[in-house]
């Protein structure tokens, strides 16, 4: 039997983990022969729903869980962890943008970095998923100058997931047909879902949808999504979510398939003329637990334009949490 990974998990008696953890549990993220220990934290109040969430994962009785650790102290949840989810923070609510939770949020990512710099693996791999995603990693990164930068991620597979599912509903395809999706860009309302280098069963999906149907229903279809589900379940997207976690990471450590790619908000290397370190969505391949950001596409003007009003939102929140940055 392989050495357990161990993987933390923040905010884990909130929504999203209350599939997501289950789901590791079962081997998803690592594959079916890598056991694997949860160091789950919360904040204490939350300790008592957190043993709860304990109970439930010892009565599925997963043979690959090795361990799990319920804990309020971010010293003990990151201590010689391989990855580390950032699931923990406030949702928002109906009538709300995702970056109206800067103020609270980014405090969670900056007074966690130090933790994390400190008692983690060096080549920890993270994911953020509170929002807004890309600001908060962006925050986290900053605070966390031991470890390795281009490992400090943002999910926006949950909207390259939306997108595929839109893009097979129109065409009346499979989502396994769909390949080359692309999201670029912040995980909110200025992000660019882009069809134009997508395939639909080997065809180009540029010649089967129209123009105006990928800009004008398809971009801002995919772009609310979050807000279309939260106003129909009155709270925000859990499941799909968690889904969403285990697709990033599982991709991310066991490789894309052949003549595809995924979307991951990772650390701008100036591609694409996205000024370098920002947390930005580009299409990536992955290979040996490491990813590359696909280089080169022919991007037309259109898309062009909407990549850099992205970027402009982004320095825009980098702008208001410039003192997390330290
Ligand atoms: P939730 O309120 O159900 O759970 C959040 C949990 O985090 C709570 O249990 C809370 O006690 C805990 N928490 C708060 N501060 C913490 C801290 N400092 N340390 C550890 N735990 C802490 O929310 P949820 O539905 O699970 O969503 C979590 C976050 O994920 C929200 O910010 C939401 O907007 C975001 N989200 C992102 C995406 C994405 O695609 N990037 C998708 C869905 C949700
Ligand atoms: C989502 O995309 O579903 C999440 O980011 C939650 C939200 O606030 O929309």
Redesign the pocket.
Known sequence: MKQPVRIAV????????YSLLFRIAAGEIYGDDQPVILQM???TP?LGVLEAVKMELDDCAFPLLAGVVCTDSPAVAFKDVDAALF??????GPGME?KD?IND?GK?FS??GQALNDNAKKDVKVLV???P?NTNAYILKANCPDLDPRNIT???R??HNRAESQLAAKTNSSVSDIKKMIIWGN?STTQVPDISHCTVAGKAATGLVDTAWAQEEFIPKVAKR?AEVINARG????AS?GN?VIDHMATWIQGTEEGNWVSMAVPSDGSYGIEEGLIYSYPVTCKNGDYEIVKGLEINDFIKGKILDSQSELLEEREAVKDLLS
């Open positions: 923040t905010g884990a008696a909130g929504q999203i983990c934290l919360e904040i939350a699931v923990g923070a406030k949702p928002r995702r939770l949020n969670i007074g966690l998923v509170g929002n995603a943002a999910l926006t949950l909207d995980h979050g709270s925000s997207s859990a979510a969403g």
